[in-house]
């Protein structure tokens, strides 16, 4: 990736890609926490910007407030949001923001969320209802024009916005610490923790050159559709009695694949319950793959997780401000995002 120099443009010449992200466009960080400036100040860093001054705060009522205290008029205003445990501030926060930039008269509210919040609930379940579009929705509304986000749990969430979503994929950093830190990555096998995540698991093997393995079975119990209400009376003269369809056979959780004297790398989009992960890592250890249940947990900065990592040394963090940085400078400067997407595949 090949980011704009810092050279100065000639004496009546037009102004160079970093003059227009220096005049035009403003870097604001939505959340006071350590791990969100942290992601923010390196980002402003890679683009050669400094990172915009607001306060975010929270009244003593529990209402979120935020103060721009800078000009945004005509400006590009990129927000920088990462989600932490309490999801619902963190959103509260970056639509103010965005509205807040709406009012101050920016010319474009771009939101950068490396998770997007709510993305577990894109389908409907029982008698719910599909939060993410919701989510969305509330977005949109709040002024957000553009989003920039990494490995949205379902790519079908983009039908969801009715502004351009960018859609990055963190598989090639992921890949990268593969292949430069686990020495002996050949023997390796990429682990699917269920056949939902079996292409993810697929594209990356294939990369690697390696086979692979998915854990199949009755894992998962919420996802029927069903109503659970009492059946109705049958009444004379009625409507046709409605077929009842077949309950599933629950068969037991097993491996499908060899595991056995290998590396095994499980994949998944996000470490939401930590017991699904150990169940599959024993299960492996079981068959034969590795002596440790888990000797390492490698995620991306994607999420804040600084605090989790002093519980834990075995947690690895990737950083991906390089592709978001890029990302940024590219939307800015009206150049084509399809260098971000080289040779990555819609099931990465």
Do not use: W
Request: with cysteine.
């Amino acid at each position: 990736m090949v980011f704009c120099g810092l050279a100065t443009p000639p004496e009546g010449g037009a102004k160079t890609n970093v003059d227009k992200l220096k005049d035009r466009l403003v870097l604001f960080s939505a959340n006071s926490s350590p791990s969100c400036m942290e992601l923010a100040n390196r980002i402003a860093e890679r683009l050669g910007v400094e990172l915009g001054k607001t306060e975010v705060y929270q009244d003593s009522n529990g209402e979120t407030r935020i103060q721009i205290q800078e000009s945004v008029r005509g400006k590009d205003v990129y927000i920088i949001q990462t989600i932490s445990p309490d999801v619902n501030r963190c959103l509260m926060e970056l639509c103010v923001m965005a509205y807040g930039c709406v009012t101050a008269c920016a010319r474009s509210v771009c939101g950068v969320l490396p998770y997007l919040p709510y993305s577990k609930q894109c389908k409907m379940r029982k008698r719910g209802s599909i939060v993410c579009k919701l989510i969305a929705s509330l977005m949109c509304r709040a002024g957000l024009t553009h989003l920039i986000t990494v490995d949205l749990h379902q790519k079908e969430i983009q039908g969801f916005f009715n502004i351009p979503v960018d859609n990055l994929r963190a598989s090639p950093f992921l890949l990268q610490y593969i292949q430069e830190e686990i020495p002996d990555y050949h023997n390796a096998v990429i682990v699917a923790k269920s056949p939902s995540s079996a292409k993810r698991a697929q594209s990356l093997a294939e990369r690697l050159r390696v086979s692979i393995a998915v854990i199949h079975g009755d894992a998962e119990t919420d996802l029927l559709d069903g109503r659970h209400s009492p059946p109705t009376v049958r009444t004379t003269g009625g409507l046709p009695e409605l077929p009842f369809c077949i309950p599933k056979e629950k068969h037991p959780i097993t491996v499908v694949g060899d595991v056995a004297g290998r590396i095994a790398i499980i994949v998944d989009d996000i470490i939401d319950d930590a017991v699904g992960f150990v169940a599959a890592a024993e299960m492996l250890r079981e068959r034969g793959g590795g002596e440790s249940a888990i000797s390492q947990v490698v995620v991306t900065n994607t999420i804040p997780h600084s605090s989790q990592k002093l519980q834990c040394c075995k947690i690895k963090t990737v950083d991906v401000s390089l592709i978001l940085s890029e990302a940024v400078r590219r939307i800015h400067c009206g150049e084509s995002m399809s260098c971000l997407f080289h040779n990555i595949g819609a099931d990465d």
